[in-house]
Nanobody, 116 residues
Framework: QVQLVESGGGLVQPGGSLRLSCAAS????????MGWYRQAPGKERELVAT???????NYADSVKGRFTVSRDNAKTTVYLQMNSLKREDTAVYYC??????????WGQGTQVTVSS
């Protein structure tokens, strides 16, 4: 059973930065995209950013220019560098791996709280 283990969440002041990491417990066959989603209280889970094995990225409009997604294919690890954080970025952030055979793997979630 593959597990995605996230780290790097926490409490940060507005304007601050955090870096999230997500590592798979073992290699995953036929990965299409890796990325991050988030869910704020009372809201649906939404896409934050994804990256393909070739390095193509996709971002939610709300985080463009502030967040950067990257991956290490050899380590089956994905990162999310979050800069200029805003209160509305407060959410539980989930790591995702999507495969070509349409299976999704999810992390357990890590809390990001932006507050002064």
């Amino acid at each position: 059973q593959v597990q995605l283990v996230e780290s790097g969440g926490g409490l940060v002041q507005p304007g601050g930065s955090l870096r999230l990491s997500c590592a798979a417990s073992r290699s995953i066959f036929s990965i299409n995209t890796m990325g991050w989603y988030r869910q704020a209280p009372g809201k649906e889970r939404e896409l934050v950013a994804t990256i393909t094995s070739g390095g193509s990225t996709n971002y939610a409009d709300s985080v463009k220019g502030r967040f950067t997604v990257s991956r290490d294919n050899a380590k089956t690890t994905v990162y999310l560098q979050m800069n200029s954080l805003k209160r509305e970025d407060t959410a539980v952030y989930y790591c995702n791996v999507h495969t070509w055979y349409l299976k999704d793997y999810w992390g357990q979630g890590t809390q990001v709280t932006v507050s002064s």
